[in-house]
């Protein structure tokens, strides 16, 4: 079993920012990926930013260039800078990450999210 805990979400004013960070404890025999996504009133979860393990990046084109993603291995943890932000970009902000057990299968687990509103 994977337990994530998100911290970092705040009410920030437009052109604002914010760092999520997101801390992954339990059992896996490796971290493939982690990530954000995140989910406004009345819409479905999309993704903002995802790491992988050999430290690749992918991100939204929303948050290109104003957001970034970045991994402490040692601490377990999945960082997100949110930089010049937007009223738009007011969501909860889920950690996910993706590991492979000990059993060689890959599974994905979810943090219980953080409220960012930016709003003036």
């Known amino acids: 079993q994977v337990q994530l805990v998100e911290s970092g979400g705040d009410l920030v004013q437009p052109g604002g920012s914010l760092r999520l960070s997101c801390v992954a404890s339990g059992s896996w025999n490796r971290i493939m990926s982690m990530g954000w996504y995140r989910q406004a009133s009345g819409t479905q979860r999309d993704m903002v930013a995802v790491?992988?393990?050999?430290?690749?990046?992918a991100y939204a084109d929303s948050v290109k260039g104003r957001f970034t993603i970045s991994r402490d291995y040692a601490k377990n943890t999945v960082y997100l800078q949110m930089n010049s932000l937007k009223p738009e970009d007011t969501a909860v902000y889920y950690c996910?990450?993706?590991?492979?057990?000990?059993?060689?299968?890959?599974?994905?687990?979810w943090g219980k999210g953080t409220l960012v509103t930016v709003s003036s």
């Open positions: 996910q990450i993706r590991v492979r057990t000990n059993q060689r299968t890959d599974m994905d687990y």
């Open positions: 790491i992988a393990s050999g430290g690749g990046t």
